[in-house]
């Protein structure tokens, strides 16, 4: 019997990590909305690497414990917060993160990479996911390594035909139960079995160990592909046509910021006068194209500044000089779409769309004043870490604000001269916001007290039309909370309730 070399032990390490959280995900993922679940399926594959890489003696890179300390705390949010906006976030963070640990876990550094790095790396860990699993199968578990004698020869030839012939038995036996009622009764009842619970669950185990025995496949095993890379003097167009771009482009920003200025100090009969809309109609139709336009500035300078790299010093010079006066007009620009969304604000009151719009151009406007620092400065190589760093940081803001809850207390404070405190789409928004709400109860209108109190009823007590029952794989701090609170005022509220419902 030979002895396993180094590479197919690894590879049936990941094989079995692989195929353990895939069933560990099939057993707590089906509960919906995440909560404990989230973190537990990601501590578990965050668990995983680290046995494997430390067993195997996987150099990795520094950054590695920070990164998995990182997806730890993104995955615990998930027990914190009930916010589906954050949620996704951090599912979105999540992703990063783990695309982000693909080159953590092949010992390259995160610091000095660029942005078409991180974009790479996050296709080649998608893809690893997605296609891994079959070279790990045919190319990198050396299955004439394992021992093939005797009994134990036999055992695993059995153990794959019964792994071969169960999705066919599925497949044959659901239709055989279809097409005979005495053979369903058979099965159903004296078999006791489900085939499509059976079928449900063996599809997910099977997708998720795929997955998961991919991305680590990419993580642990996968040999950096050689790309290449085309040098960019090959493409650069050189400074004319990029430089006079440019200064179009920087025209066009001044001229826009020039009539913002006019309505910046003109007011409220300015906008009224010149374009036959209220102050708040005004707000309302500029603030996302103004987002929109922003974003898009940063990948136009990152693409310049990559097309120039190569040029002459004073080429770059006039790129830097046109992109610092571009950087300088967006800054009015960003200042126009956050003044247009609050003034939107003081008039309807805020909203979650409202308040992540306006986190996303604080997050821009840090990006922008650190591309100046970074790339107009010739020290592009930081640029990329530290607008992730950002992100990050911005997410944990979010968190630490609790934006559900911030839009009721910011929707209680504003004068109700315009439009009053809207209870329902208060009550409608997730657990977070229920304290806040009970809390300023007795201080709404009684259509509003009435309002609130039917949709809390409705979503957090037992048997309520829209209530939705935790078990202990999704729990989540914030439903918990909700629903004891609800629970604590329930005659209170059934009231009130009653009250709405009498009219």
Not at 118 to 128: F, K
Not at 225 to 250: F, K, M, N, R, Y
Not at 417 to 426: E, I, K, L, N
């Amino acid at each position: 019997m030979s002895a396993l070399s180094d590479k197919t032990r690894l590879g049936l390490q990941v094989l079995g990590a692989g195929t353990a959280l895939g069933i560990v995900g099939d057993a707590l993922l089906r509960a919906i909305p995440w909560g404990l679940n989230a973190f537990l399926c990601t501590a578990a594959l965050v668990a995983a690497t680290a046995v494997i890489v430390r067993r195997q003696r996987i150099p990795v890179s520094g950054d590695a414990p920070w990164l998995a300390v990182t997806a730890l705390l993104l995955a615990s949010n998930f027990l914190a917060r009930d916010s589906g906006a954050l949620r996704a976030f951090d599912a979105l963070g999540l992703v990063i993160v783990g695309s982000l640990a693909c080159f953590s876990l092949r010992g390259v550094a995160l610091r000095g990479r660029s942005v078409w790095d991180y974009l790479l790396g996050g296709v080649g860990a998608a893809a690893s996911a997605c296609l891994g699993l079959w070279p790990l199968l045919a190319r990198d578990v050396r299955w004439s390594e394992l021992p093939s004698g005797g009994a134990l020869r036999q055992a695993r030839g059995a153990i794959l035909g019964a792994l071969l012939a169960f999705p066919l038995l599925l497949v044959f036996g659901g239709l055989f139960a279809s097409a005979d009622p005495v053979f369903h009764n058979l099965v159903t009842g004296v078999l006791d079995v489900d085939f499509a619970a059976v079928a449900s669950h063996t599809f997910l185990i099977v997708v998720g160990a795929a997955l998961a025995a991919g991305y680590l496949w990419g993580a642990l095993i996968r040999r950096t592909p050689t790309l290449a890379v085309l040098d960019s003097q090959d493409l650069s167009p050189g400074i004319a046509p990029v430089g006079t771009a440019l200064g179009l482009l920087d025209l066009l920003f001044l001229v826009f910021v020039v009539v913002q200025l006019r309505y910046f100090f003109g007011g409220t009969e300015l906008i009224q006068r010149t374009t036959d809309l209220t102050y708040a109609e005004y707000a309302r139709r500029g603030f996302f194209e103004l987002v929109t336009a922003s974003t898009l500035v940063l990948p136009i300078l990152l693409g310049g500044d990559w097309l120039l790299r190569n040029e002459p010093r004073e080429h770059q010079r006039t790129f830097r000089l046109l992109a610092g006066l571009l950087l300088v007009l967006l800054a009015v620009v960003m200042a126009s779409a956050l003044r247009r969304v609050w003034l939107y604000v003081s008039e309807f009151g805020l909203s979650e769309i409202r308040l992540y719009a306006t986190a996303f151009m604080v997050y821009l406007a840090g990006v922008f004043v650190w591309f100046g620092w970074t790339v107009l400065r010739e020290q592009r190589w930081r640029f990329a870490f530290g607008a992730l760093v950002q992100g990050f940081a911005v997410l944990g803001g979010l968190h630490l604000l609790n934006p559900d809850a911030l839009i009721v207390r910011t929707n209680l404070a504003r004068p109700a001269v315009h439009r009053p405190f809207d209870a329902g789409y208060a009550a409608s928004l997730s657990a977070d916001a229920v304290p806040d709400l009970l809390a300023a109860l007795p201080r709404l209108e009684e259509a509003e007290q009435c309002r609130a109190a039917r949709r809390l009823l409705s979503r957090w007590t037992p048997g309520g039309a829209r209530a939705v029952e935790d078990g202990w794989r999704n729990w989540n701090l914030a439903r918990a909370r909700a629903r004891r609170a609800v629970r604590e005022q329930a005659a209170s509220l059934r009231a009130l309730s009653c009250k709405e419902s009498a009219r």
